[in-house]
């Protein structure tokens, strides 16, 4: 039944509540040193490595919650795979899909084939779950990532921190520990994801490269844990900079190792900064062309105007009925910024620009491409003036902001001292669903504030699951 995860999660979290402040101080003290050992790190600009904020106790989802969350996930995915294909046909796809011509040119020279099933993404899905209807979780869905993204260390490090400082409160304050676990081995099946992908491109994974660029100073530290994790499984595994692959003898190479299969931590638009001032990277579009690239140029798609266009008449005509009933319940109305006739909520057709200066309350702009919450304006939280002034700026960019409707993060229960006594508090959370096969894998986030990212100052929460 749903629901019951959130049931246990709120009686560990009341558990809490039975540490007197030096036990409290005890397994906060714990959970940073497990956090700093296992990754759960941040790199500030210009600052040491910092421990992410870890929220003390866990989200806890049963069986048919995780269920109900992969099949909308591997449904949004195959979706976001089949954008190249679509893009190519229809001008009202490439509308809602723009790119820069620096972008064009590198799909153009290093384009798979639109068949869906060529692409390999690793992407992340961020997710409002609300545990509390009758009949399964009610999921809506936030935002798409395509690549680079935040999780796969993350995840797995914050289950364990979490986990075992569930068991130390429990051993502290008496009673039986409630019947949850880890989700899964993300850095197993992510393992088993890059194995797979070099055997259906007739290789046998015997080098992995992690590609970022090496002169960014700051952002997430998980490539060196994911490193360590595929060389504990016998594969050579690098972190290695674009400028740093060559062809040789016909070949991706790393030096003179032939790379099998690569994950990228990285945009086409860094890359072509990077190619602005160092020259073409053609090892790394041959890899491309190879398919030897995780995630794959579809990964590029994961604009929030993605949401617009699976409700394009043309693309809904190829989706499946339960994929357009996916669409219907999960996917919130979702507009590019533009001048523009189009349905409104309702189905009405409207004005853009005029519908969303009369509807502040309901909406949220965000930035179509940007990602850490950078620029997200809540139309609740701010007078008509200035949403009207952010309006203005989104229809002047053209194709660079989104409008959305906006969704109230689900709530949950976090204990904090305060007055030296330990008392439950709320935090706005969402659940960031990384698509690896075997999954789901989930990344809680959690910030007092309705914009939930980590980046802007939230937490990471770790997911578990009912026994």
């Known amino acids: 039944m749903s629901g019951d995860g959130k049931e246990v999660a709120s009686s560990i979290a009341r558990r809490f509540l039975d540490l007197d402040p030096e036990a409290w101080h005890g397994v906060r003290a714990q959970m940073e040193k497990e956090s700093l050992e296992l990754g759960v790190t941040y790199q500030p600009e210009g600052k040491p490595v910092e421990v992410t904020d870890l929220v003390m106790v866990p989200v806890v989802f049963d069986g048919a919650d995780l269920a109900a969350i992969r099949d909308v996930v591997e449904v949004l995915s195959k979706i976001m795979a089949r954008a190249p294909g679509w893009r190519m046909e229809s001008e009202a796809v490439r509308e809602t899909l723009p790119l820069s011509a620096g972008e064009e040119e590198w799909m153009r020279d290093c384009a798979l084939s639109p068949r869906w ?152 638009r860094d890359l072509l900064d990077i190619e602005a001032a160092d020259g073409r990277i053609e090892a790394l579009r041959l890899a491309f062309r190879r398919n030897q690239v995780i995630s794959s140029l579809a990964g590029e798609f994961d604009h929030k105007s993605l949401l617009e266009t699976m409700t ?85 960019h053209k194709s660079e902001w989104v409008v959305q409707q906006a969704i109230k993060p689900a709530e949950i229960p976090v204990p904090a001292k305060w007055r030296g006594k330990i008392r439950l508090g709320a935090r706005y959370t969402n659940a960031g669903v990384i698509t690896i096969p075997g999954g789901p894998y989930v990344l809680g986030r959690s910030s007092a504030m309705p914009v939930v990212n980590v980046s802007r100052g939230g937490g990471i929460v770790a997911v578990l699951r009912t026994a």
């Open 312 to 396: 394009l008449p043309e693309v809904e005509r190829g989706l499946s009925s339960e994929w357009r009933e996916v669409v219907r319940t999960v996917v919130p109305w979702t507009r590019l910024m533009r001048e523009v006739k189009t349905a409104d909520p309702a189905g009405r057709q409207v004005d853009l620009p005029s519908y969303v200066r009369r509807h502040k309350d309901a909406l949220v702009l965000k930035p179509n491409r940007e990602c850490g919450g950078d620029g997200v304006t809540i139309g609740t939280y701010r007078d008509q003036s200035a949403w009207e002034r952010a309006v203005h700026r989104a229809i002047r």
């Open 117 to 268: 099933q060529d692409h390999a993404i690793v992407g992340r899905w961020d997710l409002n779950v609300d545990q509390t209807g009758p009949n399964g979780p009610r999921i809506l869905l936030f935002e798409g990532n395509g690549n680079a993204v935040g999780g796969i260390n993350y995840t797995p490090a914050a289950e364990i921190v979490v986990h075992n400082a569930v068991k130390r409160v429990f051993a502290e304050t008496g009673g039986r520990l409630p019947p949850v676990r880890r989700t899964g081995d993300i850095h197993e099946a992510f393992f088993r994801m890059l194995n797979d992908h070099a055997r259906r491109l007739g290789r046998t994974l015997k080098t992995f490269v992690i590609l970022e660029d090496r002169t960014w100073t700051a952002g997430i530290t998980e490539a060196p844990y994911i490193v360590n994790a595929v060389r504990k499984r016998g594969v050579f595994a690098k972190l290695s900079d674009p400028r740093e692959l060559r062809v040789w003898r016909g070949e991706v190479c790393l030096g003179n190792r032939p790379v099998d299969v690569l994950y990228r931590n990285i945009e086409i």
